[in-house]
């Protein structure tokens, strides 16, 4: 069993930064790539980004190439999301999830994490 807690989220204006951390636990959390989802008010979850368990892969969607870095620090059992350059459309509750892939596209699909965190909201103001 793995368990993720998100922070970081909160309310910022256009243009500026937050960064998302993830507190990963449980059994051989090292083995898990670890994602970056979000979902906004009627809208479906939809992939931000996420990093091979090594932290040496990372994948993003396009609409936030450029301006989120995700990263882990497995010493910390942490992910991070570093999110720049924020857009009203980015806000939304967003959530950390493990997956038993090892990378590729499966990376991308939110039926390919087995564990998710409760979530955090961001809210972006124009």
């Known amino acids: 069993q793995v368990q993720l807690v998100e922070s970081g989220g909160g309310l910022v204006q256009a243009g500026n930064s937050l960064r998302l951390s993830c507190v990963v636990s449980g059994r051989t959390v090292s083995n898990y790539a670890t994602g970056w989802f979000r979902q906004a008010p009627g809208k479906e979850r939809e992939f931000v980004a996420s990093i091979t368990w090594s932290g040496g892969v990372t994948y993003y969607a396009d609409s936030v190439n450029g301006r989120f870095t995700i990263s882990r620090d497995n010493a910390k059992n942490t992910v991070y999301l570093q999110m720049n350059s924020l857009k009203s459309e980015d806000t939304a509750v967003y959530y950390c999830?493990?997956?038993?892939?090892?990378?590729?596209?499966?990376?991308?699909?939110?039926?390919?994490?087995?564990?998710w965190g409760q979530g955090t909201q961001v809210t972006v103001s124009s």
């Open positions: 999830a493990a997956s038993g892939y090892s990378g590729g596209d499966y990376l991308k699909r939110r039926g390919n994490y087995h564990y």
